[in-house]
Each structure stands twice: as structure tokens, then as C-alpha cells.
């Protein structure tokens, strides 16, 4: 992994380039999940850099799903001896705890290994809007 990734920026949501803003909108809204303001507050960082720019997330929340829920069903049912009607509810249950931050942190990673830290990033110096 690269060395300006920081695990705890995208497991809080943090905006890649300068580890302050937040990319996801607060407070979550169980209706849009995973809204994004478009710009980050703080270094004016796009949260959307292109047309179907998070199209790649889905298959890193497809398989960090896949193992997340697979390891302990596997462990339930082969370890413990558990039936597999009762690990598969287990799984069903720890699926739906999980399934919101594994879907905003498999953006937030996505946005990080795109955008790269830049502590010194001077946001006045982007170009103005024209309203």
C-alpha cells in the first residue's frame, strides 16, 4: 500500500487530500446513504472526479463483503459446529450491521487510492466559480 494512504482517514471518511473535510454528508440520512457533498470544505477536493468515478467501489465492497461474511460463516459452521441454517443468520444479521460502512468505506478507499495527500494544498489558489 502506498506510503500517504492512511487507514484511519478512510475508515472515518476523511477527505483524501487534506485529512480534514469530510466526504460523506453528516448526519447520515438512511434515504442516501451515501451522499456526498460535491466538493470538500476544507481544500475544495471533488468527491466525484468523473462520471461513474465510484463504479470501481463496488467491487471492492463486493469482495471485502464476500470475505467478510464468508471467514465467519466458515468459522461458525467448521469451528464451533454450528448448523448452517444458524450461521447463515448469523451472516444475514452481521450483513445488514455491516452493510452501510462497508459500502462508504469501499468509496472512501476508492477516493484515496485516486487522490493523493497534500498537507500543504493551498485551496485559494483553485479557480473561482462564476455565480
Not at 35 to 60: D, K, L, R, S, V
Not at 86 to 98: C, P, Q
Request: proline residues 7%; contains cysteine; hydrophobic residues 45%.
Amino acid at each position: 500500500m502506498a506510503k500517504n494512504i492512511s487507514l484511519k482517514s478512510i475508515w472515518n471518511g476523511k477527505c483524501p487530500r487534506c485529512r480534514k473535510g469530510e466526504i460523506f454528508e453528516k448526519p447520515l440520512k438512511i434515504s442516501d446513504p451515501l451522499a456526498m457533498p460535491t466538493n470538500c470544505a476544507i481544500c475544495g477536493q471533488e468527491t466525484e472526479p468523473e462520471p461513474g468515478f465510484y463504479f470501481g467501489a463496488m467491487f471492492i465492497s463486493y469482495i471485502i463483503g464476500g470475505w467478510l461474511l464468508l471467514i465467519p460463516a466458515l468459522i461458525l459452521v467448521f469451528g464451533f459446529h454450528w448448523s448452517v441454517e444458524a450461521a447463515m443468520i448469523f451472516t444475514i444479521l452481521f450483513a445488514a450491521v455491516v452493510y452501510l460502512k462497508l459500502m462508504r468505506g469501499a468509496r472512501s478507499l476508492w477516493l484515496h487510492l485516486v487522490v493523493k495527500y497534500d498537507p500543504g494544498f493551498d485551496k485559494t489558489l483553485l479557480p473561482r466559480s462564476k455565480n
